[in-house]
């Protein structure tokens, strides 16, 4: 069925580090492409999405490009701020079933 | 801001207690959902409604009971439950595909 693996946490980054958090998907047919990002204390926002293949989708600085070959959608961003900590998750709609499929979720901390 | 309101926003109950989470929108989407959030575990589905019927009940104990009373509204109503219940109950809407997060009911069972 379609699923969503995205890498384990927490990842500790400096200010102003480069910032990568994998996220590759199974599905099938041509799924939309979520991340969302829940700040501490608070329920989930969505961050970017992108609806086909090679869309990229941006943000407050973020950006994932949705990658059909490599089943991919890896969130980046340039240089993160002490207020980019939150958990991220990647998330896939269609495919199989219509359901919104979330990977586990990735915790950011960004030290100043 | 999404434009889905829940409340209320934390909530501790005892394990004989029946209590309701309320979720509400408008954003004139057709379709509500009710998640679990609960530490180190990956966000789990708990019902779906879709024009008011309930197209999904995963599995959950009968402890939860939903409520659709009309596209806007969402309840959660809760009796008996356990410590093991205590999360965060998130609930969303949407039209198609993109969903929109409420900020939550911190529940703790004691």
């Known amino acids: 069925g379609d699923s969503v693996t995205q890498m384990e946490g927490p990842v500790t980054l400096s200010e102003e580090a480069f910032l990568t958090i994998n996220c590759t998907y199974t599905a099938t047919g041509y799924p939309s492409l979520f991340w969302y990002v829940q700040y501490p204390g608070e329920g989930l926002q969505l961050l970017l999405k992108a609806t086909k293949a090679d869309d990229k989708g941006s943000n407050k600085g973020f950006e994932a490009t949705y990658r059909k070959e490599t089943t991919s959608f890896h969130l980046e961003k340039g240089s993160v701020q002490v207020s980019d900590s939150a958990v991220y998750f990647c998330?896939?709609?269609?495919?199989?079933?219509?359901?919104?499929?979330f990977g586990t979720g990735t915790l950011l901390a960004v030290q100043p | 801001e999404t434009g889905v309101t829940q409340t209320p926003r934390h909530l501790v109950m005892g394990m004989t207690n029946k209590k309701s989470l309320k979720c509400e929108q408008h954003l004139g989407h057709n379709a509500m959902y009710w998640y679990k959030q609960s530490a180190k575990k990956p966000l789990e589905l708990m019902f779906v409604?879709?024009?008011?019927?309930?197209?999904e009940n995963n599995s959950v104990p009968s402890r939860f009971s939903p409520e659709c009373p009309n596209s806007s509204h969402l309840f959660l109503h809760l009796h008996t439950l356990q410590p093991e219940d205590s999360a965060l109950y998130l609930c969303?809407?949407?039209?198609?595909?993109?969903?929109?997060f409420g900020p939550g009911t911190r529940l703790t069972v004691l």
């Open positions: 969303a809407s949407s039209r198609t595909g993109e969903q929109f």
């Open positions: 409604y879709s024009l008011e019927e309930r197209v």
């Open positions: 998330a896939l709609y269609g495919g199989a079933t219509n359901k919104l499929i």
